[in-house]
């Protein structure tokens, strides 16, 4: 790894924030950092691992609705969507650096995102950030 990929080590796995999101590609995969529950440490999942564990919390008695991690990164790819409405340019560093192109075209194609119909925003931030924001 060479500095550039520092952001990825284990050292920061421990000291993720709460409701924060960071991503990497593994194997072929694409993976997200995050911490489900305020106790819990981040760990990398795959969008599949991450969608699964977040609906068998929900069946668990301990499952704060509030707290639904799921539905806060749907929310939180919205948001980025949003931000670039009427081609806005500012967010798009942030997005580029977070979340570019390749890792949402690579999350569309995860098994759980077809399977349970949830490209809507993906879809969105794609349009939004790279679509309606190209110089064409």
């Avoid at 500012?90 to 979340?99: A, E, G, K």
Wanted: net charge neutral; proline share 6%.
């Amino acid at each position: 790894m060479d500095s550039k990929d520092d952001r990825f080590s284990g050292k920061e796995e421990e000291t993720l924030p709460p409701n924060k999101f960071k991503f990497r590609e593994d194997q072929q995969k694409m993976q997200i950092l995050s911490r489900i529950t305020p106790g819990s440490s981040a760990q990398y999942r795959t969008l599949s691992e991450l969608y699964e564990e977040c609906q068998l919390m929900k069946s668990e008695g301990g499952y704060n609705p509030d707290k639904n991690h799921w539905a806060y990164f749907m929310m939180y790819l919205n948001l980025l969507a949003d931000l670039c409405v009427q081609r806005n340019t500012v967010p798009l560093p942030y997005i580029n650096r977070n979340l570019p192109l390749k890792t949402l075209v690579a999350f569309l194609h995860e098994t759980t995102v077809k399977k349970n119909l949830l490209f809507q925003p993906f879809i969105r931030l794609v349009h939004h950030a790279f679509v309606e924001t190209s110089d064409y």
